[in-house]
């Protein structure tokens, strides 16, 4: 069972979000607070990251 419920299931990404995506990234925000300030999965936030060759945090 998943701790949230995403009703934005494979909803394609704006171009406003993917600038949101790359200002928090670079800003060297984690993968848990950027997947929530966007409102997506963590795993969508990981493979858009990954498609724009974005680096996110890795925060321990």
């Known amino acids: 069972m998943m701790a949230e419920k995403f009703e934005r299931h494979r909803q394609p990404w704006k171009q406003d979000e993917i600038q ?7 800003k060297g ?12 999965t963590e795993e969508s936030v990981k493979e858009r990251a990954k498609e724009d060759s974005l680096n996110i945090a890795k925060l321990r």
Not at 20 to 26: D, E, I, S, V
Not at 30 to 36: D, E, P
Request: proline fraction near 0%.
């Open 20 to 26: 949101k995506l790359h200002t928090l990234a670079k």
């Open 29 to 40: 925000m984690g993968l848990k607070a950027i997947a929530k300030a966007l409102t997506r």
